[in-house]
């Protein structure tokens, strides 16, 4: 695995391979986060309109969590068991999955962009738009879904990269992309007067640029694993494992999608487009706390996944223990960010004193427990790079479904000012999902080595 640019995942000081990695996926995250933050920071400042403008993108959010979620369903659920595989020393079984995948997200972008092309103004006003803001809802709705090919591709598989070692190359793939976003997005929102739809366009242009990279890498020479014609035909075999693994980071993403539509929705009755607008704001900022977090797992699931298929159970732990500790020094930081200057990130997403006064206040609150997410993540994440669907399928459902969502409902029944307690309803669910998370790790993750180091004596593999 030393070779071409790949990180040597067997052998390897597991802190400088965590480091090595983790670096580059972490950019990853954060630069392929500015593909919708930095929209909505220009859209913010449109003269005039910026906040109904925002407010009206911010309901389209529901729809790219959605999409984005189907590339994880198959990225993120193929390219770990691509790694168990490598580890195994079974390249080939390795690329017919990578080639199981391909036809999968082409199958999955064709439907995706029919259904939301036909149903594009009714989903949006049941995602929480009014007669105000759904016109801006539309304009960028209806040109970022024509480009879902592009997304599906470079966004699911780009995971394949990452779990080969290529890290950097991983990397390369969305700061490329996000590069040209943050250069086209002031040129054709400004320069161009195109408003809204520039926004759009530059965005979709970006994942398209990215795409060509994605395929460019995985048709070359230099990858481990590559993109063959045999392996272009679905088999049950292949992706019914692949689904098992990816369905938990799809519903962690989908359900995403669920409460968005929940929080808007609520919001709109209780507070009207200002809360609505302020929900815009802290699910920004809510990237910004949780797909660092995602990038720090992605650097550490190659290192974790390939150790598992091999045996190297030490190496696992060790992993896992340098991703726990990280990501909650990372989010104790950003919750004392949160707690003691809010105002610094709120102002990013517009200018309107009347939204940056409430989403300063809001931002507290719905962040109130926001350092226990490292926890969260760091658990989870573990599990699905041992292939522990089942466990990582309810911890994804445990803090949405199960707690979150019907919290939003409940407690406004007990507090006179309803959009506190739905903006309350998070810290909530976020602590008792983490506490639970926890239990069940700690209860579950030495089983599950002892169990791999049973096969591996046993001549199993």
């Known amino acids: ?15 400088k391979l965590l480091l090595q990695l983790a670096i580059p996926a972490i950019t990853a995250q954060l630069v392929n986060m500015l593909y919708n933050i930095v929209d909505r920071i220009y859209i913010g400042h449109i003269p005039g309109v910026g906040a109904a403008a925002l407010t009206g993108v911010g309901v389209t959010m529901p729809v790219i969590i959605l999409i984005m979620a189907f590339s994880s369903l198959v990225g993120m659920g193929g390219a770990p068991h691509a790694s168990i595989q490598m580890g195994k020393g079974n390249d080939k079984g390795a690329e017919e999955i990578l080639g199981n995948c391909f036809v999968l997200l082409v199958g999955v972008s064709v439907v995706l962009t029919a259904c939301f092309l036909i149903f594009a103004r009714p989903l949006l006003m049941m995602f929480g738009a009014s007669e105000q803001t759904v016109p801006y809802a539309l304009e960028y709705m209806n040109i970022y879904v024509s480009g879902t090919l592009f997304v599906q591709l470079s966004l699911g598989l780009n995971a394949f990269i990452t779990s080969q070692g290529f890290a950097k190359t991983g990397m390369l793939t969305v700061v490329i992309g996000a590069v040209t976003n943050i250069l086209l997005d002031p040129l054709f929102i400004f320069v161009f007067d195109m408003g809204v739809s520039g926004a759009a366009w530059a965005t979709i242009l970006s994942q398209a640029v990215s795409c060509a990279w994605v395929m460019a890498f995985l048709l070359g020479k230099k990858t481990r ?7 272009l035909r679905l088999r049950a075999k292949v992706l019914l494992p692949v689904l098992a693994l990816g369905v938990s980071p799809f519903i962690m993403q989908s359900t995403e999608s669920l409460l968005s539509i929940v929080l808007n929705t609520s919001l709109l009755k ?39 298929g091999a045996g ?17 020094l990372y989010a104790a930081v950003f919750w004392a960010v949160i707690q ?16 940056i006064e409430f989403t300063v206040w809001a931002a507290r609150i719905y962040f109130g427990a926001a350092v226990v997410l490292g ?27 199960i707690l979150l969502i019907p919290l939003i409902y409940l407690l406004p029944c007990f507090f006179s000012d309803k959009v506190f307690a739905v903006f309350l309803a998070e810290p909530i669910a976020d602590f008792l999902a983490a506490a639970s998370t926890f239990a069940l790790f700690m209860f579950q993750f030495n089983k599950i080595l002892g169990k791999r180091e049973k096969e591996i004596a046993e001549g199993r593999s």
């Open 375 to 401: 926890v969260q993540i760091s658990c989870q994440q573990t599990f699905i790079s041992v292939g522990q669907a089942k466990s990582s399928l309810f911890l994804a459902l445990l803090r949405k479904i």
């Open 340 to 355: 003691l200057c809010p105002q610094v990130l709120v102002r990013l997403f517009g200018s309107d004193p009347q939204l």
């Open 312 to 328: 190297a159970t030490d190496r696992v732990k060790k992993a896992f223990r340098l991703l726990f500790t990280c990501s909650v």
């Open 1 to 15: 695995m030393a070779q071409n640019g790949s990180q040597d995942l067997g052998q390897g000081k597991v802190g």
């Open 225 to 231: 694993l590559r993109l063959r014609c045999e392996n």
């Open 270 to 308: 209780y507070g009207g487009d200002l809360a609505v607008g302020a929900m815009t704001i802290l699910a920004s900022a809510m990237q910004i706390l949780n797909l660092p977090m995602m990038g720090l797992a992605q650097g550490a699931q190659p290192i974790i996944g390939y150790n598992f």
